[in-house]
């Protein structure tokens, strides 16, 4: 874990939920923690890279069908390692789903307009970090139009939209330092709903960029804190998470002391007396 890390939607949940967690997940370079093959992990990662080879085959103009999407992302996450140990039922599910949502996005008259088949397009790599208030910054937007200032995030749930604002600023920051625009772009945010994918628009201004380097700000100095709870009383001394669903799929309950503490207590036996 290092005291100073970039920003993504993902830490900055982790972070206020279970600082514990937080420390158990990012352990950082340097601290001998072997990392995790965590099939969920792997398989987001299969559905992202999925989802860029459609829209990359799309900009030199080739178009899949439904039934290939389909076919191609059921074998890549066939061949993914532990997938046979997994619900075949629910991974057909999970296809279905996702390959709805990409022809949905396709299909949406906005982004069939501004992002045609054939069109030149960027897609960023999330991986890659810039320098931000000394610090790295990790917040790439999903897709750049090349020949226009056409940037898009693709999100799904419902999320606030300050957030979406707030992401929206941090990938504007991301943008001028690795493609040097420095005028106040336009961010499209394609919204997935269970109603289908709503656009919203975001344009970043001086206060959007005001209040994303507070947040960035305000992360780090609340890493700096944890960091050296953990370097003094350990994991032990770590917060917590307050609600019982922040816990749902943590690979850390066993040891945790707040799964300890909700342990259930013995089951009642009819015709037992308890004391």
Same mark, same amino acid.
């Given at each position: 874990?290092?005291?100073?890390?970039?920003?993504?939607?993902?830490?900055?949940?982790?972070?206020?939920?279970?600082?514990?967690?937080?420390?158990?997940?990012?352990?950082?370079?340097?601290?001998?923690?072997?990392?995790?093959?965590?099939?969920?992990?792997?398989?987001?990662?299969?559905?992202?890279?999925?989802?860029?080879?459609?829209?990359?085959?799309?900009?030199?103009?080739?178009?899949?069908?439904?039934?290939?999407?389909?076919?191609?992302?059921?074998?890549?996450?066939?061949? +993914?390692? &532990? /997938?046979?140990?997994?619900?075949?039922?629910?991974? $057909?599910?999970?296809? #279905? =789903?996702?390959? *709805? @949502?990409?022809?949905?996005?396709?299909?949406?008259?906005?982004?069939?307009?501004?992002?045609?088949?054939?069109?030149?397009?960027?897609?960023?790599?999330?991986?890659?970090?810039?320098?931000?208030?000394?610090?790295?910054?990790?917040?790439?937007?999903?897709?750049?139009?090349?020949?226009?200032?056409?940037?898009?995030?693709?999100?799904?749930?419902?999320?606030?939209?300050?957030?979406?604002?707030?992401?929206?600023?941090?990938?504007?920051?991301?943008?001028?330092?690795?493609?040097?625009?420095?005028?106040?772009?336009?961010?499209?945010?394609?919204?997935?709903?269970?109603?289908?994918?709503?656009?919203?628009?975001?344009?970043?201004?001086?206060? +959007?960029? &005001? /209040?994303?380097?507070?947040?960035?700000?305000?992360? $780090?100095?609340?890493? #700096? =804190?944890?960091? *050296? @709870?953990?370097?003094?009383?350990?994991?032990?001394?770590?917060?917590?998470?307050?609600?019982?669903?922040?816990?749902?799929?943590?690979?850390?309950?066993?040891?945790?002391?707040?799964?300890?503490?909700?342990?259930?207590?013995?089951?009642?036996?009819?015709?037992?007396?308890?004391?």
């Amino acid at each position: 874990m290092e005291p100073s890390p970039g920003w993504s939607r993902s830490r900055r949940w982790l972070l206020e939920a279970c600082g514990r967690r937080f420390v158990l997940d990012h352990p950082g370079e340097g601290t001998g923690a072997p990392p995790t093959a965590d099939l969920h992990l792997q398989r987001w990662r299969v559905l992202r890279l999925w989802r860029n080879d459609l829209l990359a085959d799309r900009a030199e103009g080739h178009v899949w069908s439904p039934r290939l999407m389909r076919h191609v992302l059921e074998l890549r996450l066939a061949q +993914l390692p &532990k /997938a046979q140990e997994s619900d075949g039922p629910a991974r $057909r599910r999970l296809v #279905r =789903l996702h390959v *709805k @949502r990409m022809c949905g996005l396709l299909e949406h008259p906005w982004f069939s307009f501004a992002v045609p088949v054939g069109a030149s397009v960027v897609l960023p790599d999330a991986r890659h970090d810039v320098p931000f208030e000394n610090g790295r910054l990790w917040a790439v937007p999903d897709l750049l139009r090349d020949s226009t200032q056409t940037a898009v995030l693709f999100r799904s749930g419902r999320t606030p939209k300050a957030v979406l604002d707030l992401e929206a600023a941090l990938c504007a920051t991301w943008m001028e330092v690795t493609r040097g625009r420095v005028s106040a772009p336009t961010f499209s945010v394609m919204r997935f709903t269970p109603h289908g994918w709503i656009r919203h628009v975001v344009v970043v201004d001086d206060h +959007l960029r &005001k /209040a994303a380097a507070e947040l960035v700000r305000m992360d $780090r100095a609340q890493m #700096r =804190l944890l960091y *050296k @709870r953990w370097m003094v009383g350990g994991h032990r001394s770590l917060p917590l998470a307050e609600h019982a669903w922040a816990c749902e799929g943590c690979a850390h309950r066993i040891g945790c002391p707040r799964h300890i503490e909700t342990q259930p207590s013995a089951p009642f036996i009819l015709g037992e007396r308890r004391q």
